[in-house]
Nanobody
Framework: QVQLVESGGDLVQPGGSLRLSCAAS????????IGWFRQAPGKEREGLSC????????NYADSVKGRFTLSKDSAKNTMYLQMNSLKVEDTAVYYC???????????????????WGQGTQVTVSS
């Protein structure tokens, strides 16, 4: 059974940093494409970053490019999202998602992912 569990969300001041974790079980991260998404109250779910299992290509949304970094610890079967220079507008529930479908480029669209974690709350406020 594919399962994803996010952790690491917290309350942080603007300009601060957080590292979110996405622990996978029931499958090997290396064989799935993984995406990070967020959803703020009243807004649509937004794709932030993803990695293709076939090419290793990593993509970032313009809103987080240069501030967020995706990484993976294969030994722990865990994906990370390092978030720096956080802004108030980064406040949202953050989700990781997985799909066995793959291509050279990973998909930034939530509809293309089959399995989701429960989410972790990130609040950026002074």
């Amino acid at each position: 059974q594919v399962q994803l569990v996010e952790s690491g969300g917290d309350l942080v001041q603007p300009g601060g940093s957080l590292r979110l974790s996405c622990a996978a079980s029931g499958f090997t991260l290396d064989s799935y494409s993984i995406g990070w998404f967020r959803q703020a109250p009243g807004k649509e779910r937004e794709g932030l970053s993803c990695v293709s299992s076939s090419s290793g290509q990593i993509n970032y949304a313009d809103s987080v490019k240069g501030r967020f970094t995706l990484s993976k610890d294969s030994a722990k079967n865990t994906m990370y999202l390092q978030m720096n220079s956080l802004k108030v507008e980064d406040t949202a529930v953050y989700y990781c998602a997985a799909t066995p479908k793959t291509g050279y480029y990973c998909s930034p669209y939530s509809a293309d992912y089959d399995s989701w974690g429960q989410g972790t709350q990130v609040t950026v406020s002074s």
